[in-house]
């Protein structure tokens, strides 16, 4: 094979392996005023412990995605997460009496039905929202109920 027909058959084989290339979302970043909070809350929270990194962050395993908390306060407010963070539970309960202890259960309203409360979602999902100090909102569905789409 000559040098030419060689480059075109590699060519092939990267297109070929770049469409099967799906990114992987594997790191989410919020940010927060105070670490030490934010560790405990979500230490609390997530009903998981979170391992310490430099740089003013904290990283917890959240199945495939890791949650890295920030603390930006040396360079000023926190920015909230647009959108809320989606986290899937075994025990749906076990996670709400975790947010209603830390007083941290949305008081909006999600599509007619109280947001801080566990309702079975028009799109069938069981869940319930949250927000954490520093107004990121979070929502917690349970596993097995999830749309997907």
Known sequence: MSAKEH???????????????VPQFFRLN?????????????????????????GSRCYFECGPVTLQVLDVSSLGQP??????LYFTVKDLEAAYERAKALRCLSREEVHDAPGGGIVVRPWGERSFYAEDPWKNPLCFA????????
Request: glycine share 8%; charged share 35%.
């Open 30 to 54: 919020i940010e927060v005023r105070d670490l030490a909070s934010a560790i405990s809350f979500y230490t609390k929270l997530l009903g998981v412990e979170g391992r310490k990194q430099a």
């Open 79 to 84: 920015h909230p997460a647009a959108k809320a």
């Open 7 to 21: 480059d075109k058959e590699k060519r092939k084989a990267n297109k070929r392996t770049a469409s099967n290339d």
């Open 142 to 149: 349970e596993l097995g109920t999830v749309y997907t789409g």
